[in-house]
């Protein structure tokens, strides 16, 4: 009898066992696959399971995050603006409704009853027009600029000042320009005075301490930090200058000195060569920078001789010094919401010290530096008050820097609220009656200017009396205005009247008697804020007044509000549309990007319910013959 040993009678179930438990956790495997993907709905679980298609939702998912920021910025900037314009719609309905009120009193002899209500009515407009001023949307305010975390427009001294700062709010648009979603309320209201724009470059000179950010270059687009070659011949030899992290003037010198010592020296507006004898220096740039351009020195230049290099154009900024503007500061009376103040700038060291020490008065002035980086600006901030910029004790300082408010290059079309200066063609205007009682007259026609005015009443008193004349005339020694000064020695009284009606005298300022040598004129070229709020107050005072001349100004001022808002509305309406197109073009490529990532990442439910279906048999086959074979020796197959 043959007898088979245990161990090889269960070979064969051994190793169907082996085989069937691969092919079980291969289909398990898989099954579990399957369940993940259809309760997560994910094609893939983890980068393993397709190394490309990650790597593509990686990039695909990257993108579509950072547009949906963009969107959802668009979306936040396109309903920002919508509520821009509609305020500006209302805004535009009342002004409408108070320039009806307005032209509704001109010629209508309407009772004092009448001009009180109306003169309420108008109070009502303006006090709605302020809570347009200041309308917020979601702790954003929308007409205060770049400033939108506080109101723009508060009440002060018996007005209002307009606290914003610049154009509008930026915000990541994703756009190729940057877009403001907020507007100023100086575009919309007028809510800030622009007269004062500064009448002279102040044109600094460059010191050591000039930093190169400040300077605009010798080709105009500034300074950028670099390498340097200079070559001296003889003997031919090649220095090379680093210059990568000098920060002002004093780098620069400091660094060429160590170069080529007594060659380069600081000139008032940029570098100068002081080329040996039978010398010549060479300087040329190194590597991709224009340095040697930029400061004005790139070239040869053979000695001897001092050669200046280009003008660096040093630019008016808060940190220039007073010493580098060739100036010496003294006394400026300020004048605004019914206060008078003479600051001494004397302490002054640099241009920042000027601007706050006017701030600091906290009278409504606001001192800017200009765009064009080389003047003063001077604001007035607050509605309802005119400000007036002069001299005191006889003193220049306003006049140096550029920001006195009537000077002789102001126009005369400033005069008067911008109601300007009425001089008649081919006709004398005013008539001057000195103290000795002699007396001349003064035509004005053509003069456009102060200084014009000046001129002419000069050239009128030498016509009359011999140069040089008994009257002298100027700015007033202190504060503004035109003033007389009568040399004759007379008793009587230095009169200014009319001649043939004009209103000129008037307008200047100019009509008055005194009984001392020296009349001084009224100044009329103070700077208001063309403004709604100023032309609304204004015109209820003129209701109360009655005063129709006022009202018929003011109507065509209000016009001007409407004409103001209206543009506004269309500066806010484009930056809409530009958003809303935007919106469009992002929401369409998103959609793109979002079908290719679910191809690539979400499960196709049918495909895998019946693959998990089919798994499901061949696991329970699977099983059944795993059973079966298990229980198998080699007599059953010998059988």
Known sequence: MLTIPTSLGRFPSLLGSHLMLRNLQGTQSSLMQAQIQLATGRSLSRPSDDAMAARSLLSLDAVISQRMRHLGNLQFADSTLATVDSTIGELSDLLLEAKGIASGYLGSGQEASMAEADATAIDAILDQIVSLANHSRDGLFLFGGAATGRSPLVEFAGGWRYQGVGEGMLTDLGLLHDLPVTMSGADVFGALSTRIEGDRDLNPVIEPGTLLEDLGGALGNGVQPGMLSITTTPPGSQITVDLSTA???????????????????????????????????????????????????????????????????????????????????????????????????????????????????????????????????????????????????????????????????????????????????????????????????????????????????????????????????????????IQLIDATGGTGRLQVESANGSLAADQLGLLASVADSTLTGADRARVEVESVFTHLSDLRTALLEGNQGAIGRLVERIQDDIDRAASARARAGHRSRMVSDAIGRFESRNITDETIRSQLRDVDYTDASMRFATLQQQLQASLATTARISSLSLMDFLG
């Open 247 to 481: 920060v002002d003037m004093n780098d620069v010198l400091t660094a060429l000195e160590n170069a080529v010592p007594g060659v380069f020296s600081l000139g008032p507006r940029g570098l100068v060569i002081d080329a040996p004898e039978q010398v010549t220096m060479q300087v040329a740039e190194l590597g991709d920078t224009t340095l040697g351009a930029d400061l004005g020195i790139l070239g040869a230049w053979t000695g001897p001789g001092s050669f200046p290099g280009g003008d660096l154009d040093p630019k008016l900024t808060e940190r220039t010094t007073i010493t580098s503007l060739g100036l010496s500061l003294g006394t400026i009376r300020l004048e605004n919401i019914g206060q008078v103040h003479d600051l001494d700038l004397g302490a002054a060291e640099d241009v920042g010290d000027v601007i706050r020490m006017i701030e600091d008065l906290d009278i409504g002035i606001r001192v800017e530096i200009s765009a064009s980086g080389n003047r003063l600006e001077v604001h007035n901030e607050v509605s309802g008050s005119d400000m007036s910029i002069g001299e005191f004790a006889g003193g220049s300082t306003a006049t140096q820097l550029g920001i006195r408010s009537m000077g002789r290059s102001t126009s005369l079309s400033v005069f008067n609220s911008g109601e300007g200066v009425d001089a008649l063609e081919g006709l004398t205007d005013l008539r001057i009656i000195l103290r000795d009682g002699a007396a001349f007259e003064v035509d004005l026609d053509g003069a456009a200017t102060v200084g014009a005015v000046l001129d002419a009443i000069t050239a009128a008193a030498t016509a009359a009396f011999g140069d040089p004349p008994p009257l002298s005339v100027q700015l007033a020694a202190t504060g503004n205005g």
